[in-house]
C-alpha cells in the first residue's frame, strides 16, 4: 500500500490550487473520522478521501475517468480505484457505491464543500460552534454554495440509512477535530 507521504505527492501532481489540496485534506480527515466511528482502517479510508478528487483540477472533462489510470499507474489496486471512483456516482461515473466507506465519501464530498463555505461566511472563518441548526439554512438555500449539490448529499444520506441531521452533525464533527490540522497545511 502506498504511504501517505507518496499520496500527498500524488495529489500536488496533479492538483496545483490551494483549494483542491485542502479539499481533499479535508475529505481525508472526515474519513478517517468515520473509519474509526465504525472500526474500519483509518489509514486506507484517508487515503481513498485524500485522493478522492486526483483528476479534477487537470482533467475536469475526465472526471472519475482519469482517475483509474492515474491511480492504477502509482501502483493502486482496483478496489481502491472504484472507491475513489464511486463518489461520482450519477454525475460523472456509473459505479455506484456499495461499500458503507464508498457510500459516505459519496456523501461527504458534496457535503464538506458546503460546511467549509458556511464556515468562511462566519465572523471567526471556522467550523468551530458550527450547529446543524445553522447549516440547515444555508443547506436550503439553493443560492448559497450553489455548486454543492443537495441531491447527492440527501441521496448519500439515503444510502447510508441516515437523517441528515445525523450525516450534517457527524461530518461538522469530524471538520472541527481537524480543522486545525487542514489549516496548518503547507505552514
Same mark, same amino acid.
Given at each position: +500500500?502506498?504511504?501517505?507521504?507518496?499520496?500527498?505527492?500524488?495529489?500536488?501532481?496533479?492538483n496545483?490550487?490551494?483549494?483542491?489540496?485542502?479539499?481533499?485534506?479535508?475529505?481525508?480527515?472526515?474519513?478517517?473520522?468515520?473509519?474509526?466511528?465504525?472500526? =474500519?482502517? $483509518?489509514? =486506507?479510508?484517508?487515503? !481513498?478521501?485524500?485522493?478522492?478528487?486526483?483528476?479534477?483540477? +487537470?482533467? $475536469?472533462?475526465?472526471?472519475?475517468q482519469?482517475?483509474?489510470?492515474?491511480?492504477?499507474?502509482?501502483?493502486?489496486?482496483?478496489?481502491?480505484?472504484?472507491?475513489v471512483?464511486?463518489?461520482? =456516482? &450519477? /454525475?460523472?461515473s456509473?459505479i455506484?457505491?456499495?461499500?458503507?466507506?464508498?457510500?459516505?465519501?459519496?456523501?461527504?464530498?458534496? /457535503?464538506?464543500?458546503?460546511? &467549509?463555505?458556511?464556515?468562511?461566511?462566519?465572523?471567526?472563518?471556522s467550523?468551530?460552534? +458550527?450547529?446543524?441548526?445553522?447549516?440547515?439554512?444555508?443547506?436550503?438555500?439553493?443560492?448559497?454554495?450553489?455548486?454543492?449539490?443537495r441531491? !447527492?448529499?440527501?441521496?448519500?444520506?439515503?444510502?447510508?440509512?441516515?437523517?441528515?441531521?445525523?450525516?450534517? &452533525?457527524?461530518?461538522?464533527?469530524?471538520?472541527?477535530?481537524?480543522?486545525?490540522? !487542514?489549516?496548518?497545511?503547507?505552514?
Amino acid at each position: +500500500m502506498i504511504t501517505r507521504e507518496d499520496t500527498l505527492t500524488l495529489l500536488k501532481q496533479y492538483n496545483k490550487e490551494d483549494f483542491h489540496i485542502r479539499h481533499g485534506l479535508t475529505v481525508e480527515a472526515v474519513m478517517r473520522y468515520f473509519a474509526e466511528k465504525y472500526g =474500519y482502517d $483509518p489509514e =486506507y479510508w484517508g487515503l !481513498v478521501g485524500l485522493l478522492h478528487d486526483i483528476d479534477f483540477e +487537470m482533467y $475536469p472533462e475526465e472526471h472519475c475517468q482519469k482517475a483509474p489510470e492515474l491511480l492504477k499507474d502509482a501502483g493502486l489496486d482496483d478496489d481502491f480505484i472504484r472507491s475513489v471512483c464511486s463518489h461520482g =456516482y &450519477g /454525475l460523472c461515473s456509473d459505479i455506484q457505491p456499495e461499500h458503507q466507506m464508498e457510500k459516505i465519501l459519496f456523501a461527504v464530498d458534496e /457535503l464538506t464543500g458546503l460546511i &467549509g463555505a458556511y464556515a468562511l461566511m462566519r465572523p471567526s472563518k471556522s467550523v468551530q460552534g +458550527m450547529e446543524i441548526k445553522s447549516l440547515k439554512k444555508k443547506f436550503k438555500d439553493k443560492k448559497f454554495a450553489a455548486g454543492c449539490s443537495r441531491d !447527492v448529499i440527501r441521496q448519500g444520506a439515503e444510502m447510508l440509512g441516515w437523517e441528515l441531521d445525523e450525516l450534517f &452533525g457527524e461530518t461538522i464533527c469530524a471538520m472541527q477535530q481537524s480543522e486545525q490540522q !487542514v489549516n496548518e497545511y503547507g505552514v
